[in-house]
T-cell receptor, first 111, second 114 residues
Framework: DAKTTQPPSMDCAEGRAANLPCNHS???????VYWYRQIHSQGPQYIIH???NNETNEMASLIITEDRKSSTLILPHATLRDTAVYYC????????????FGTGTSLTVIP | AAGVIQSPRHLIKEKRETATLKCYPI?????VYWYQQGPGQDPQFLIS???????DKGSIPDRFSAQQFSDYHSELNMSSLELGDSALYFC?????????????FGSGTQLSVL
């Protein structure tokens, strides 16, 4: 199954763009990349997902490299409420399409 | 919009007791997932169900069992509780178990084993 690697922590100034990287070098061609975040022991919250094209929604943008071995989540204007642990997840393309969380990046938005 | 409902929100049990956690998925969602998150840890996949049948199994202890009922709600039964079972238990639901279906998570049940 594809595993992900993320930096353990990052800081970002309030109002600036937060760019969170993720490596998933063993991803298979039909496996999606998902991003979730968890704010202080609340249930993980969906942010965005994609297969190979870049995606944008009201929360964030997802940039996937052409070889699909890495991706970047972009929060365009970080606010204090964006402080959370961000998980990059590759949905495994076998029975049940398991949804494994990795170690995540703890993002702190600084005033 | 309706979200995933978990009950109870908090549960305190003693060692060797049993506990039952309940999960009510978003209406029309047919797939349910259970996760365990220990203190300071990341969520760990336990088990999932699609259309009332177990679809996949993760690191669920033999002391735990789960099922999905005809109304699609699910229950996680935990027996012979141990101190190490103290954790946040999340349930998630999706419409189908396909790779392009996002999961919606509930607020979790905080289980404390004393």
């Amino acid at each position: 199954d594809a595993k992900t690697t993320q930096p353990p922590s990052m800081d970002c100034a309030e109002g600036r763009a937060a760019n969170l990287p993720c490596n998933h070098s063993t991803i298979s061609g039909n496996e999606y990349v998902y991003w979730y975040r968890q704010i202080h022991s609340q249930g993980p919250q969906y942010i965005i997902h994609g297969l190979k094209n870049n995606e944008t929604n009201e929360m964030a943008s997802l940039i996937i490299t052409e070889d699909r071995k890495s991706s970047t989540l972009i929060l365009p204007h970080a606010t204090l409420r964006d402080t959370a642990v961000y998980y990059c997840i590759v949905r495994v393309a076998n029975t049940g399409n398991q949804f494994y969380f990795g170690t995540g990046t703890s993002l702190t938005v600084i005033p | 919009a309706a979200g995933v409902i978990q009950s109870p929100r908090h549960l305190i049990k003693e060692k060797r007791e049993t506990a039952t956690l309940k999960c009510y998925p978003i209406p029309r969602h047919d797939t349910v997932y259970w996760y365990q998150q220990g203190p300071g840890q990341d969520p760990q996949f336990l088990i999932s169900f699609y259309e009332k049948m177990q679809s996949d199994k993760g690191s669920i202890p033999d002391r735990f069992s789960a099922q999905q009922f005809s109304d699609y709600h699910s229950e996680l039964n935990m027996s012979s509780l141990e101190l190490g079972d103290s954790a946040l238990y999340f349930c998630a639901s999706s419409l189908g178990g396909g790779r392009n279906e996002k999961l919606f998570f509930g607020s979790g049940t905080q289980l404390s084993v004393l």
